[in-house]
């Protein structure tokens, strides 16, 4: 079983920069599939970022060049470096890990873009 808690989100005008944090419980983590996904109000929940136990790293489009995914499997924790926001970037942001049998959500960090 793996537990994961969202942390970071938060208010910033546009142009500003949030670091959102996604700690893991269990010893599975170096062997999990990482992702960030958000949900903005009236929206479907959609695909932010992944990065694999190995491997490369991928970004939706509307994001490519602004935020950076990235983990530390010795902290057991997954991060998202989220710069240049935009008001079209404010939405609840969820933390997802898969295993070949599994799949895990935390409970979502909001971020909201607005000045």
């Known amino acids: 079983q793996v537990q994961l808690v969202e942390s970071g989100g938060g208010l910033v005008q546009p142009g500003g920069s949030l670091r959102l944090s996604c700690a893991a419980s269990g010893s599975l983590f170096r062997s999990l599939f990482m992702g960030w996904y958000r949900q903005a109000p009236g929206k479907q929940r959609e695909l932010v970022a992944t990065?694999?136990?190995?491997?490369?790293?991928n970004y939706a489009d509307s994001v490519k060049g602004r935020f950076t995914i990235s983990r530390d499997n010795a902290k057991t924790t997954l991060y998202l470096q989220m710069n240049s926001l935009k008001p079209e970037d404010t939405a609840v942001y969820y933390c997802n890990a898969r295993s070949f049998s599994n799949e895990y959500w935390g409970q979502g960090t909001q971020v909201t873009v607005s000045s």
């Open positions: 990065i694999p136990s190995v491997g490369t790293t």
